[in-house]
């Protein structure tokens, strides 16, 4: 069966460090993948996505970036941190039915300082 | 442009009752799936249910239906029987269903209270 894990689950970092999130998936192969954040109390913003390896879609023009280096590895970036950066990360991956539904990660909550 | 309206940003609802959960959507397009994710306090997001705009029927999956009424553009979530594992936060989304679409918008979220 497909997982996908995120890490770390945690983390506070002060304004202007450096971030990296990780995401990976396992139980399939050249998944469509997602990075998604969602704002306190409110709904779930895209901000990247790829259909393979080195291909990313940028939804949002912002400090961060995206990387796919391996198959089933979504890495999100920034090389300096803004308060309005915290939030709650969601990577996700697309089901291969019909439907597209898809299925998330367990999340990273970010608080820049 | 795709857009999810969800108008209720909590409801309480009393153990064993059924509850309805409203959702709108703006599209032009003909071809498109819709989709409810619930949030429990975790975080993870589990997809429920989907609906897709050709489909004749209403959607069920145990005790969630998707109340589809085309027309009118919504696409309410019925939760029959609520419990009190229902307590959390629901998403609306919707996907274009056009070829190399891989954009999935979410509404801003109803957070459903189920009281003993």
């Known amino acids: 069966s497909q997982t996908i894990h995120q890490w770390p689950a945690t983390l506070v970092q002060p304004v202007g460090s450096p971030l990296s999130l990780e995401c990976t998936v396992e139980?399939?192969?050249?998944?469509?993948l997602y990075w998604y954040r969602q704002a306190a109390g409110r709904g779930l913003q895209l901000l990247f996505y790829?259909?393979?390896?080195?291909?990313i879609s940028s939804e949002v023009p912002q400090n961060l970036s995206a990387s796919r280096p391996q198959d089933r590895q979504f890495i999100l970036s920034s090389k300096k941190l803004l308060l309005s950066d915290s939030g709650f990360y969601l990577c996700?991956?697309?089901?291969?039915?019909?439907?597209?539904?898809?299925?998330f990660g367990e999340g990273s909550r970010l608080t820049v300082l | 442009a795709q857009k999810i309206t969800q108008t209720q940003p909590g409801m309480f609802v009393q153990e064993k009752e059924a509850v309805t959960l409203d959702c709108t959507y703006d599209?032009?397009?003909?071809?498109?799936?819709l989709f409810w994710y619930k949030q429990p306090s975790s975080g993870e997001m589990i997809f429920l249910i989907y609906?897709?705009?050709?489909?004749?029927q209403n959607a069920t999956e145990g005790r969630y239906s998707l109340n589809f009424q085309k027309a009118r553009k919504s696409a309410n979530l019925v939760i029959s029987a609520s419990q009190l594992g229902d307590s959390a936060m629901y998403f609306c989304?919707?996907?274009?269903?056009?070829?190399?679409?891989?954009?999935?918008?979410f509404g801003t979220g109803t957070r459903l209270t189920i009281i003993p």
């Open positions: 996700a991956w697309r089901g291969v039915v019909y439907t597209g539904e898809l299925f």
């Open positions: 790829s259909v393979g390896i080195g291909q």
């Open positions: 599209t032009s397009d003909p071809s498109y799936g």
């Open positions: 139980g399939t192969s050249n998944p469509n």
């Open positions: 989304a919707m996907r274009l269903t056009t070829f190399g679409n891989e954009k999935l918008t």
């Open positions: 609906q897709g705009s050709y489909d004749q």
